[in-house]
């Protein structure tokens, strides 16, 4: 699935491998990550980050859509493969100005596919630092093999309408510093993956990873 999305971004703006450095491939935690960076021309930096371990019984795979050219919200989208489960969260974080597109359109497919399981039932998601970036065009489902078509065509339908969306021309250095603010909030106060570097690499050696493969901030 991360390989479709990656050629819908392609196809409308061009993308440029980048650099990661030594980041191409390492171990944390028993897992295998693999990671891939681009330009892509007119939009701004996309990532990819692929996960394996527990003998093949876990795949994570985690792409980031981080504007710098257009004023559209940042884009991340993780899906992980479990023990017989398959988890789809895809968030928007609001990193935009003043100006902000319209986001009816994502409202629109978040109803279309609401008969999907949720990952959480109301009112049962935890809270998190983020939830007030956090916009509520966010989507997260969590079902077994028997979602997963449903699921990938959700992710293609989604990631096709963001890339769809009008939004103006943005300050490239004003836009990263508000990227900026949301990875500095990962890497000081905590997620998922963010976490499980920490304790391996710890924080410097994480902030590398975060900033300068996946959001593209340094």
């Excluded at 394996?52 to 985690?62: A, E, I, N, Q, S």
């Excluded at 997963?148 to 004003?174: G, Q, R």
Aim: charged residues 30%.
């Amino acid at each position: 699935m991360t390989d479709k999305i990656l050629e819908l971004i392609d196809k409308k703006y061009a993308l440029v491998p980048k650099s990661v450095g030594d980041f191409k491939t390492f171990r944390a935690k028993g897992m295998t990550f693999v990671c891939e960076a681009f330009y892509a021309e007119g939009l701004g930096h996309v990532s990819v980050m692929r996960a394996k371990g527990f003998f093949g019984l876990m795949k994570m795979d985690t792409l980031v859509i981080a504007p710098t050219q257009k004023d559209l919200p940042l884009l991340s989208y993780d899906r992980i493969y479990a023990m017989g489960n398959d988890t789809l969260i895809i968030e928007l974080y609001d990193t935009m100005g003043e100006n902000k597109p319209e986001l009816t359109s994502m409202d629109a497919l978040k109803a279309k596919y609401a008969h999907l399981p949720e990952r959480f039932a109301e009112g049962e998601e935890p809270a998190h630092w983020y939830d007030g970036i956090r916009l509520p065009q966010t989507t997260s489902k969590k079902g077994k093999k028997g979602n997963t078509a449903d699921f990938d065509a959700y992710t293609l339908d989604y990631v096709s309408a963001y890339l769809a969306l009008d939004a103006d021309a943005c300050d490239k250095d004003l836009k990263i510093a508000r990227t900026e603010i949301y990875a500095t909030g990962l890497i000081t106060q905590g997620g998922p993956a963010t976490d499980v570097f920490k304790q391996e690499f710890g924080e410097e050696k994480t902030g590398e990873i975060i900033r300068g493969v996946l959001f593209g901030t340094k």
